[in-house]
């Protein structure tokens, strides 16, 4: 088994957890809104492959939130300089949900450090016919029953979330509202220049997606060329 290595690294003034295991080619992983507390068995998985980086974004997981952090523009922008920091070059760039919109935000701006780009049930985009969805209109107990296709695995978050850090939780939530949800989850400027993404990209969503159904990934597909999508059945956000 491949053990983690912890970390913290100070970057543009900010304080932040990394988890780092495996290696050859290097990967960064950015996670979604949940921030990144647990090393995931998938990550593990990978680490068998490649170096892999998982940092903490800046004011997740119970750290203060730095001032310049206003938008997902913002946090692109600090992965660039964390790219740059560590000098990686040839990098699979990994984005979960949240992630995803970061990670797309970044390789619009900057794709010179990039081989790869995966995005996996990423919002940031306007879908035709499709209203975004509020989540403060519905119960943290709702969303994630929605976030999963199997209701044991939501009764398990469930369960982390309650025997978890209330006040990190909800940090992380006041967060994600600031960054994301008052802009309807999607930025109309990263649309517009998707096709400056040039790189190999993997778009893969789950084909029960209740948060962001599959035409999203159908929709980021299109908007990038050459990229492909995969639907995984029986799967949530």
């Known amino acids: 088994m491949v053990e983690p290595i912890y970390s913290t690294v100070t970057l543009c003034g900010a304080a932040i957890e990394?988890?780092?295991a495996g290696a050859g080619q290097p990967m960064l992983?950015?996670?979604?809104?949940?921030?990144?507390?647990r090393f995931l068995p998938a990550m593990q998985k990978l680490a068998e492959r490649f170096e892999v980086f998982?940092?903490?974004?800046?004011?997740f997981g119970g750290t203060p939130a730095p001032a310049w952090l206003e938008t997902i523009a913002d946090l692109a922008y600090f992965y660039l300089e964390f790219l740059e920091q560590f000098d990686l070059r040839h990098v699979h760039l990994v984005g979960l949900s949240l992630g995803g919109w970061t990670a797309a935000e970044l390789a619009?701006?900057?794709?010179?450090r990039l081989a790869s780009?995966?995005?996996m049930d990423a919002p940031g985009i306007a879908v035709r016919g499709i209203e975004p969805r509020d989540p403060s209109t519905v119960s943290e107990e709702q969303m994630t029953r929605d976030t999963y296709f199997d209701p044991k695995l939501a009764e398990d978050a469930r369960a982390r979330a309650r025997a978890g850090n209330a006040a990190v939780h909800q940090a992380n939530r006041q967060l994600v509202k600031k960054l994301a949800w008052q802009y309807?989850?999607?930025?109309?400027?990263?649309?517009?220049w998707l096709s400056?993404?040039?790189?190999?990209?993997?778009?893969?969503?789950g084909a029960d997606d209740r948060l962001f159904p599959?035409?999203?990934?159908?929709?980021?597909?299109?908007a990038i060329a050459g990229a492909r999508l995969t639907l995984v059945p029986r799967c949530g956000h």
């Open 29 to 37: 992983v950015l996670h979604g809104a949940g921030g990144s507390p």
């Open 117 to 119: 780009l995966t995005l």
């Open 18 to 20: 990394m988890k780092c």
């Open 196 to 205: 400056r993404i040039r790189i190999p990209t993997h778009i893969i969503w």
């Open 108 to 112: 619009v701006r900057n794709a010179s």
């Open 54 to 59: 998982i940092p903490q974004a800046p004011g």
């Open 214 to 222: 599959p035409v999203y990934g159908e929709t980021w597909a299109k």
């Open 184 to 192: 309807r989850n999607h930025d109309p400027q990263l649309q517009r």
